[in-house]
């Protein structure tokens, strides 16, 4: 209801959530810079290539895709009103003292305009460029401020509910929530607890965040998904 630039007037778009989008189940279909939805083949994916499919109905079917992740960041952009990584360092990393070094980098031609004014859109994912370049001290903030519910020392950062709805896994797909990697069923990383979790990017980048052990593990450019070393690390802690 809020994004009045086009992407969501049809039928189909029309239909779609905060939620779904949160979810990666938006199915949102179009195009946007540059890029359709249906991006598939060798290309694109390599070996995660994948077949051509029809549409299902928004919020029916999870599916991992940069376009519609980069459709949803493009929606906040229009929402907040100035660019996304302004509002992550005022919102976030600053009050989490996070250091200056991060940057969140658009596409070359991602540019809109906002409220009369020409802003770049930040993208979902390294795919295609762009994405969130960032260290290990503030990847590990970052987590940490998951493993304590969204609060910081005496601050509220983001809302518990917040934390907790983004930390359930949806009716579709894989275990996942709002953008996070889940382990309720315990196929993601079979020797840690259910209800521990991860952020997981580009080069295997790695934000395992384990509130049973009150434990944060940030591990980058490693291969596998981690659940040896993962168990290593917990068995070195139990007492």
């Known amino acids: 209801?809020?994004?009045?630039?086009?992407?969501?007037?049809?039928?189909?778009?029309?239909?779609?959530?905060?939620?779904?989008?949160?979810?990666?189940?938006?199915?949102?279909?179009?195009?946007?810079?540059?890029?359709p939805h249906t991006v598939i083949g060798d290309a694109e994916f390599g070996r995660e290539k994948r077949p051509p499919r029809e549409l299902k109905e928004p919020g029916t079917f999870y599916e991992y895709n940069d376009v519609r992740i980069n459709r949803f960041s493009l929606s906040l952009l229009r929402v907040y009103g100035r660019p996304l990584p302004e509002v992550l360092k005022k919102?976030?990393?600053?009050?989490?003292?996070?250091?200056?070094?991060?940057?969140?980098?658009?596409?070359?031609?991602?540019?809109?305009?906002?409220?009369?004014?020409?802003?770049?859109?930040?993208?979902?994912?390294t795919?295609?460029?762009?994405?969130?370049?960032?260290?290990?001290?503030?990847?590990?903030?970052?987590?940490?401020?998951?493993?304590?519910?969204?609060?910081?020392?005496?601050?509220?950062?983001?809302?518990?509910?917040?934390?907790?709805?983004?930390?359930?896994?949806?009716?579709?797909?894989?275990?996942?929530?709002?953008?996070?990697w889940l382990n309720t069923q315990g196929k993601a990383f079979a020797d840690a607890p259910r209800s521990s979790f991860a952020a997981r990017g580009a080069g295997s980048n790695t934000i395992f965040v384990d509130p049973e052990h009150d434990l944060v593990i940030v591990w980058r450019w490693h291969n596998g998904g981690g659940n040896d070393f993962f168990k290593r690390v917990i068995a070195s802690i139990i007492k």
């Open 1 to 35: 209801r809020y994004i009045k630039d086009g992407g969501y007037d049809s039928p189909h778009n029309s239909r779609i959530t905060w939620h779904m989008h949160a979810q990666q189940t938006s199915e949102w279909e179009g195009e946007i810079f540059g890029k």
């Open 91 to 125: 919102e976030v990393m600053d009050p989490i003292g996070a250091s200056d070094s991060w940057q969140y980098i658009p596409y070359d031609n991602s540019e809109v305009e906002v409220n009369g004014k020409k802003m770049k859109s930040v993208s979902g994912g």
């Open 127 to 180: 795919r295609w460029g762009g994405g969130l370049w960032i260290n290990t001290r503030d990847e590990a903030r970052f987590g940490y401020l998951f493993l304590r519910k969204g609060r910081w020392e005496k601050k509220q950062i983001v809302s518990e509910q917040w934390v907790r709805s983004a930390t359930s896994p949806g009716p579709y797909g894989p275990d996942y929530g709002y953008l996070w």
